[in-house]
C-alpha cells in the first residue's frame, strides 16, 4: 500500500485549501485512512480520520471546520480545510490502518504513510 499527499501550499487565515491522498494497492478503500499533522517544535497529532465503512472522526481543534471523505472511484481520501487559522500551520501526513480498520487517534496504530504536504496559514 503507498500513498501519497499533495495539495498544500500557502493561504490567507480564514481561507481554504484541500488536501488529496492518493491511496494506491490492495484493497485501497478496506482501510481507515487518516490525516495527521506535525508544527515546527511540536509533536504529531491526529487531524481527521474515515473508517473502511466511511465513519469519520474529527479532532477538537479542527471540528466543524474540516471535512474527511473517500472517493471510492479514486481511491482517494480528501481533508477539505475552511476557516483556516495560523495554528493549522503544519506540514500534513495521509495514513493507513491495516484492512477492515477503525480510526484511531494513535499514529503507532497506523501502517502505511505517504510523504508530507506543507500547509501554511498567514495571518
Known amino acids: 500500500v503507498q500513498l501519497q499527499a499533495s495539495g498544500g501550499g500557502l493561504v490567507q487565515a480564514g481561507g481554504s485549501l484541500r488536501l488529496s491522498c492518493a491511496v494506491s494497492?490492495?484493497?485501497?478503500?478496506?482501510?481507515?485512512t487518516a490525516w495527521f499533522r506535525q508544527a515546527p517544535g511540536r509533536e504529531r497529532e491526529f487531524v481527521a480520520g474515515i473508517s473502511w465503512s466511511d465513519i469519520t472522526t474529527y479532532s477538537d481543534s479542527v471540528k466543524g471546520r474540516f471535512g474527511i471523505s473517500r472517493d471510492k472511484g479514486t481511491n482517494a481520501v480528501y481533508l477539505q480545510m475552511n476557516s483556516l487559522r495560523p495554528e493549522d500551520t503544519a506540514v500534513y501526513y495521509c495514513?493507513?490502518?491495516?484492512?477492515?480498520?477503525?480510526?484511531?487517534?494513535?499514529?503507532?496504530?497506523?501502517?502505511?504513510w505517504g510523504q508530507g504536504t506543507l500547509v501554511t496559514v498567514s495571518s
Open positions: 495514513a493507513s490502518k491495516k484492512l477492515y480498520s477503525t480510526v484511531s487517534y494513535l499514529q503507532a496504530d497506523y501502517v502505511y
Open positions: 494497492g490492495r484493497s485501497a478503500n478496506s482501510r481507515a
